[in-house]
């Protein structure tokens, strides 16, 4: 396969033909290339061999679950990606961002609204721009954190972190009160957008995998649990 480096590559994982088609017609018209697998484990294994820039991943494939391709993928590929599924059910959707996807798309939709998606959570994930670049509040001092809130990116140590969109939103209400000690249900009233109380457990997946990405840039415990509380960012 030779690949115009310059072009975005979409790996996208559908088993219907129609729904493949219409997409691969949509992103090919916006000048990406698309590679096209309509069973999971190969899939896998080209994204072992290849990068891509954006994963669109159908939930039901005949050869296995979505979520568990997602999760395997996640063990080393940090590529954006956005769930496809038949069904709009909330407790997929919640699955779905808490194993790392980026966002979710509930069967039918129109090719423009992925277009449209994808675009969305590549302008979240580009490299900081040092013009709009802000320091956090609170953090006057330090060169540790940058966050630019309207492109929803936050570097530690000078390093943009690739965060999914719950990620950035419970760093930020950190960032904003450090040495605050948060329970699980404050942090999730103060980053979700629909609060489920229910869910709490989720809380802990998104920070266990927000202190892997800040460990891979510096080894300090900077996310402090407080046993049978919740968490607190330490001052840097
Ligand atoms: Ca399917």
């Not at 729904?19 to 990406?32: K, N, S, T």
């Not at 697998?37 to 080209?46: H, Q």
């Not at 449209?116 to 320091?135: H, K």
């Not at 492109?151 to 140590?157: C, L, V």
Request: include cysteine; charge should be negative; aromatic fraction near 8%.
């Amino acid at each position: 396969m030779h690949n115009d480096i310059n072009k975005k590559t979409i790996l996208l994982v559908e088993d219907d033909d129609a729904i493949a088609d219409a997409l691969i017609y949509a992103m090919q018209r916006e000048g990406w290339q698309v590679q096209w697998f309509s069973l999971g484990l190969p899939a896998l294994g080209y994204l072992q061999q290849h990068q891509v820039d954006f994963i669109v991943l159908d939930v039901g494939l005949p050869d296995c679950n979505g979520f568990d391709l997602c999760r395997q993928i996640r063990q080393s590929i940090q590529t954006p990606l956005l769930f496809l599924t038949a069904r709009n059910e909330e407790v997929e959707r919640i699955i779905g961002l808490e194993i790392g996807a980026d966002d979710y798309c509930a069967k039918p939709f129109s090719p423009r609204e992925i277009i449209s998606r994808i675009r969305v959570i590549w302008r979240r994930s580009a490299p900081v721009a040092s013009a709009t670049t802000s320091s956090i509040v609170n953090t006057s001092a330090s060169t540790v954190w940058a966050c630019d809130a309207e492109k929803m990116q936050i570097s530690y140590y000078g390093q943009q972190l690739s965060l999914t969109r719950y990620e950035y939103r419970l760093l930020e209400v950190l960032l904003k009160h450090p040495e605050r000690v948060w329970s699980r249900a404050q942090l999730m009233q103060a980053a979700w957008e629909n609060p489920d109380h229910s869910v709490e457990r989720t809380i802990d997946t998104h920070i266990k995998s927000l202190r892997h990405k800040l460990n891979v840039i510096n080894e300090q415990e900077i996310i402090i649990t407080h046993r049978g509380v919740g968490y607190s960012l330490r001052k840097i």
